[in-house]
């Protein structure tokens, strides 16, 4: 099992509708949540961070943390077009200076 | 400010052969991070570095090594090259206070091995 998984897609999300991107992890030690989108071609940017169970919300973007059932996701609102891109869920945990464990990524498409 | 640099940008080795990749991290950062990214394993850690210790190790082989110097830019060398060593090679840099602080990526070296 890996320590990350994510649905590899291709995601085809209608411009304009709900893109939900999800992730498990198998550490229960894990303790902060990152997402990060990487267009073709480009390196990975942050776009989301968290550590708590619930929602966090920023802009078009919602991550929720579900620690007992160990996944977290991500909801993009308003899809656009240049949302298509890979994203890529990562955990770590909080104490000492531990590495981030990326999962493999789920390939998103906008259709407009 | 000046993101991650990451030369070169692109690279052709042979099997056997070795390579050095640089990474100069964003000014003040003081930690970098190198990962490995191939289309079927995705990002993997390969190491990090700190006020030029190696801070923390991933589950590589011996053959990949690295490096950081007292202005806290990183090199990655990679001895005795295999055909599965062809991936693109990621650094990162941040400020290195905590494990969850932003990482900030370079563009990359894309390594092919013949």
């Known amino acids: 099992q890996k320590e990350v998984e994510q649905n590899s897609g291709p995601l085809s999300v209608p411009e304009g509708a709900i893109a939900s991107l999800n992730c498990t992890y198998s550490?229960?030690?894990?303790?902060?949540f990152f997402w990060y989108r990487q267009y073709s071609g480009k390196s990975p940017e942050l776009i989301m961070f968290?550590?708590?169970?619930g929602d966090k919300e920023d802009g078009r973007f919602t991550a929720q943390l579900n620690k007992a059932s160990q996944y977290v996701s991500l909801l993009i609102r308003d899809s656009q077009p240049s949302d298509s891109a890979t994203y890529l869920c990562?955990?770590?945990?909080?104490?000492?200076?531990?590495?981030?464990?990326f999962g493999t990524g789920t390939r998103l498409t906008i259709i407009p | 400010k000046a993101g991650v640099t990451q030369t070169p940008r692109y690279l052709i080795k042979t099997r056997g052969q070795q390579v050095t990749l640089s990474c100069s991290p964003i000014s003040g950062h003081r930690s970098v991070s190198w990962y490995q990214q191939t289309p079927g394993q995705g990002l993997q850690f390969l190491f990090e570095y700190f006020s030029e210790t190696q801070r923390n190790k991933g589950n590589f082989p011996g053959r990949f090594s690295g490096r950081q110097f007292s202005n806290s830019r990183s090199e990655m060398n990679v001895s005795t090259l295999e055909l599965g060593d062809s991936a693109l090679y990621l650094c990162?840099?941040?400020?290195?206070?905590?494990?969850?602080?932003?990482?900030?990526f370079g563009s990359g070296t894309q390594l092919s091995v013949l």
């Open positions: 550490d229960r030690g894990s303790q902060s």
């Open positions: 990162a840099s941040s400020l290195g206070r905590t494990a969850n602080e932003k990482l900030f």
């Open positions: 990562a955990v770590s945990r909080i104490f000492g200076n531990e590495k981030l464990t």
């Open positions: 968290i550590y708590s169970n």
